[in-house]
Structure formats: C-alpha cells, structure tokens
C-alpha cells in the first residue's frame, strides 16, 4: 500500500466544499490526493495553491442525465495506476431550487426531473461509481446532508425531498454493505451562495423570516471551517453508526 489516501469532494469550489478541501489539507497534509470536481477552476486554484495535499481537478456537469455515468467515470480517470490505503467520497453538490413557489406549484415535469437529476440522480450515480472502484481498499461515502432532509421547511419543497432521499438512500446502502462505511452529515446553517439570498425569494413567511434572522445577524451563522473540520475527525476516528446523519449540534 502507497499510504495514499484519496478524496473525491464534489462541489469543491462553494462555501463548505472549499471548506472541506482545506480541512482535508490540514488532517492529512502530503498523504491526501484530492480530486475536487467543480466548474470554477479559479476559485478551486485559489483556495488550494499552498496545498500540501496533491489536488487534481475536473469540471463535472451533474445536471444533464446523458452520458452522465461516463461523467462520474471519468473523474477516476484522474487516478491514473494509482494505489490508496482508503478512498473517499464527499458528495456536495446541491442547489437549493426555485424557493419562490411552495410545493403544489411545481406541475412542470421537466423542471422536477432536472432538479432531481443534478441533486439525487447524480449522487446515485457517482456513488456506484465509486463504490466500483478500487477493490479491497476501504471506502467511506459522506452525503453533506440537511436538517432539510428531516425537518419540512416551506417553499424548499424540491429541496427538502432531495435531501430526504439521499438520506434513505444512504441509509439503506449502509445496511446493504456492511464492508463499507456511510455517514450523512447536516452541516448547519452556514452563509455560502447557497443561503445568501434565500431570505429574498421565499414565499412562506415563517421560512423567510427565519432566513433572515441570520442574515440580520439575529442567529449565528455556523462557520464553514469548523463544521467541515468537526465532519472529517468524525469520519477519520470513526466516531459514528454506518448509515446514521448528525448534524453540527449533536457534538
């Protein structure tokens, strides 16, 4: 064995998955080799450039269902002959979706199924991958979770669905392969381009005002740093159930 250990981190280049890389840097140093799949080159560049960390990175367009499984493939074609002690997968990649409309707005068929293609189909997809990869080495799948994913918040229907389902999702892979491990991760409320403007398009009242109490700094936003060192020493000592979501608080 190399004493190599890979990271596959979607979403790289946003508020937490930029996190994730620098606290993946910061755990592991030289031994890690990252592949950060994201569509901003720069911003990926920018936080890593005095990296100890190998990074290799590849834009992935999770959104279009054709020849999406290549897609996944071809981010472990960056691996080249390589060998790792263990590998691991940081499924990131989510947008929130239209937020204006509650739930029983959504009629437009084609407008589901790209959501749920780039937030749902697409981790399936890429977990299959991964979990093909690499036989007789350790693998961990992380799910960056949501509170969403448990608790309904009015107008993110589509979001709170999705999260929903890659939790089950999760859930049962946990139980179906006990020679792998699985952990869901809610992060916490955090300020990232995701949650900056919410507070401006939620049509229900009670979810946007909650919204923006953080923004009006009424609430204290949890710090993208802190959320994603406390996630990968959860995942590197193995301090949870194979399958089971904590969330920021529960530690």
Same mark, same amino acid.
């Given at each position: 064995?190399?004493?190599?250990?890979?990271?596959?981190?979607?979403?790289?280049?946003?508020?937490?998955?930029?996190?994730?890389?620098?606290?993946?840097?910061?755990?592991?140093?030289?031994?890690?080799?990252?592949?950060?799949?994201?569509?901003?080159?720069?911003?990926?560049?920018?936080?890593?450039?005095?990296?100890?960390?190998?990074?290799?990175?590849?834009?992935?367009?999770?959104?279009?269902?054709?020849?999406?499984?290549?897609? +996944?493939?071809? #981010?472990?074609?960056? *691996? %080249?002959?390589?060998?790792?002690?263990?590998?691991? $997968? !940081?499924?990131?990649?989510?947008?929130?979706?239209?937020?204006?409309?509650?739930?029983?707005?959504?009629?437009?068929?084609?407008?589901?199924?790209?959501?749920?293609?780039?937030?749902?189909?697409?981790?399936?997809?890429?977990?299959?991958?991964?979990?093909?990869?690499?036989?007789?080495?350790?693998?961990? +799948?992380?799910? #960056?979770?949501?509170? *969403? %994913?448990?608790?309904?918040?009015?107008?993110?229907? $589509? !979001?709170?669905?999705?999260?929903?389902?890659?939790?089950?999702?999760?859930?049962?892979?946990?139980?179906?392969?006990?020679?792998?491990?699985?952990?869901?991760?809610?992060?916490?409320?955090?300020?990232?381009?995701?949650?900056?403007?919410?507070?401006?398009?939620?049509?229900?009242?009670?979810?946007?005002?909650?919204?923006?109490?953080?923004?009006?700094?009424?609430?204290?936003?949890?710090?993208?740093?802190?959320?994603?060192?406390?996630?990968?020493?959860?995942?590197?000592?193995?301090?949870?159930?194979?399958?089971?979501?904590?969330?920021?608080?529960?530690?």
């Amino acid at each position: 064995m190399s004493g190599k250990l890979l990271f596959v981190v979607t979403g790289a280049s946003g508020g937490f998955g930029c996190a994730i890389l620098r606290q993946i840097d910061a755990l592991y140093g030289d031994k890690a080799v990252i592949i950060a799949c994201a569509r901003n080159k720069t911003k990926v560049d920018d936080n890593t450039k005095h990296f100890s960390a190998s990074v290799r990175q590849i834009a992935v367009d999770f959104g279009i269902r054709e020849k999406l499984k290549d897609r +996944c493939e071809a #981010i472990f074609d960056l *691996c %080249g002959e390589d060998t790792y002690e263990k590998v691991y $997968l !940081y499924n990131n990649h989510a947008l929130v979706g239209d937020s204006s409309k509650l739930a029983d707005a959504f009629d437009d068929p084609q407008e589901i199924s790209d959501y749920y293609v780039l937030n749902l189909v697409s981790f399936q997809v890429l977990t299959s991958v991964f979990l093909n990869k690499f036989p007789g080495v350790s693998h961990t +799948c992380v799910n #960056i979770s949501s509170i *969403c %994913g448990v608790v309904p918040f009015p107008s993110m229907s $589509l !979001y709170c669905s999705g999260k929903a389902a890659r939790l089950m999702y999760y859930k049962v892979l946990a139980e179906e392969r006990p020679d792998i491990r699985v952990f869901n991760w809610s992060p916490g409320p955090m300020d990232t381009t995701m949650t900056k403007d919410l507070h401006r398009t939620i049509a229900h009242e009670g979810t946007r005002e909650m919204f923006q109490n953080f923004t009006e700094g009424n609430a204290p936003w949890v710090d993208t740093d802190e959320s994603a060192k406390k996630m990968l020493v959860i995942v590197k000592n193995d301090e949870y159930k194979s399958g089971e979501q904590l969330d920021f608080y529960d530690r």
